[in-house]
């Protein structure tokens, strides 16, 4: 009797340990976003200050009319954008993680975790190897993908031809469930953009239509300062990329439309970080004159736009675009440039890629770390775009494929690991951080999905 009560106490003061643990978490996650979000605050309202811009405008009627005229054709303007700047970087956010820390492990309670040697400094639970084997299953070596066995080697009879027929039957059922099993084998490229939209229940109603054209008019309307936030990334990022440039109106009209829809802030529901807050001028501080600011409280950083840019090859029509994106975005973007203990929030993306790499190829995880070379300052610029930009676009699909299908972003952190597990013979002879940056500057030739199955069923145990 009295070793049970012993082993219930024991029992009781683990779970009262974890809760403790757990709302401290939950505290920091506040903090750290409070103070991130105030110095994105600053640096917005200094550009205010700096360039003498309001952070919203009524356009004139005859700017208006000029704005409608050019909708479909925005990127042919050229706006001076030379005096604006991102607000932030994905490296600056970086620092903000690797500053994080849960005091209640300060003091020693997680003896095991002192052993992690890489820059994420909080005890969060992430998979290991045998737990991410279970949970990707169906990428196993045994089991038929499209990103391998779809290569011209591979007789398409042997497994193409049925896996097009099965995605047939499942668009034809309109089943979302099944689809989303379905699509972790990956998609066919001509079924890809049906199957994605009957995963995400988007189905472009008149309504739907409607509610972009709304937002679109806002766009006429209004002149906002993160418009030439947008204007910007877009011109920095997917104007210079092979891939994406033509799709430059589309990344403007998407942008904007989503810059001004307020049912984006729905996501702040789930999420430590709350919407920023503009003040009616002369009524600072006072509640019942702040509004959200943008109004979808989302602040574009560098690189943003690259969420939107690979949607452009599977939908031409822009409202379908829209509303893709914005679903991709609640779901699964947003978690990317958040502070959070979510299994697939960015935080725990950086651990899973750090326990990865010290636990299966620690003689790489040292080596880098000995020469100033962290992996993860390599890395994190990858996962904070969903490797947007990084791969060619085909195999980027193809992993994105894989996100819907297992509504995680965990594989983001899996083929990090994988990528430097593929370069690890060329790493392990770098003296330098920019050495290391140079083997890993070009991803375009990678292969996705042998990289997933070699690193997860073959590579390491």
Request: net charge negative; hydrophobic share 45%; charged share 20%.
């Amino acid at each position: 009797m009295l070793q049970e009560e012993s082993d219930l106490s024991l029992i009781i003061a683990q779970i009262v340990q974890k809760l403790k643990g757990s709302n401290l978490y939950a505290q920091l996650e506040r903090q750290a976003w409070g103070s991130w979000e105030k110095r994105i605050l600053k640096s917005l309202n200094s550009m205010c200050t700096e360039l003498s811009i309001p952070l919203a405008r009524k356009r004139p009627v005859g700017e208006q009319k000029e704005l409608l005229n050019k909708w479909n054709e925005m990127g042919t303007d050229e706006p001076d954008l030379s005096l604006f700047r991102p607000v932030y970087a994905p490296k600056d956010f970086l620092e903000v993680l690797i500053n994080l820390r849960n005091p209640n492990y300060e003091s020693g309670d997680s003896l095991s975790f002192r052993t992690h040697l890489g820059l994420i400094q909080v005890p969060l639970k992430v998979k290991d190897i045998p737990e991410l084997k279970e949970f990707f299953v169906e990428l196993s070596l045994t089991t038929g993908q499209l990103g391998i066995d779809d290569s011209t080697q591979v007789p398409p009879e042997l497994f193409e031809n049925e896996h097009v027929r099965i995605g047939q039957k499942v668009l034809a059922e309109q089943d979302s469930a099944a689809a989303q099993q379905y699509i972790r084998q990956g998609s066919p490229t001509a079924l890809r953009a049906e199957l994605w939209a009957l995963i995400l229940n988007i189905s472009s109603q008149p309504e739907d239509i409607l509610y972009y054209e709304q937002l679109k008019t806002n766009v006429i309307q209004h002149d906002l300062l993160v418009d030439s936030l947008i204007y910007k990334d877009v011109k920095l990022t997917a104007s210079n990329d092979d891939y994406y440039f033509v799709f430059e109106d589309y990344l403007y009209q998407v942008l904007l439309c989503f810059s001004r829809d307020t049912s984006v802030l729905s996501h702040f529901a789930y999420n430590s970080a709350s919407p920023p807050k503009s003040y009616i001028r002369g009524k600072l501080g006072l509640e019942e004159y702040a509004v959200f600011y943008p109004p979808n409280g989302v602040i574009p950083f560098h690189g943003f736009s690259m969420y939107v840019a690979p949607l452009c090859f599977l939908y031409h029509e822009p409202s379908k675009l829209y509303q893709i994106f914005r679903e991709m975005y609640v779901r699964f973007f947003f978690r990317l440039h958040s502070i959070s203990s979510h299994p697939s929030g960015i935080v725990s993306l950086c651990l899973l890629f750090e326990t990865l790499l010290q636990t299966y190829l620690p003689q790489l995880f040292y080596h880098l770390r000995e020469i100033g070379a962290q992996p993860l300052r390599i890395s994190f610029k990858w996962m904070v775009r969903a490797f947007s930009g990084y791969l060619a676009t085909d195999q980027l699909l193809l992993l994105w494929d894989r996100i819907l299908g297992y509504n995680s972003l965990e594989i983001l952190a899996v083929l990090a690991a994988a990528v430097f597990a593929f370069r690890a013979v060329n790493l392990m002879e770098v003296t330098s951080l920019a050495a290391a940056e140079a083997v890993l500057a070009d991803l375009s030739t990678l292969k996705v999905m042998p990289l997933l199955q070699i690193f997860l069923f073959a590579t390491v145990t």
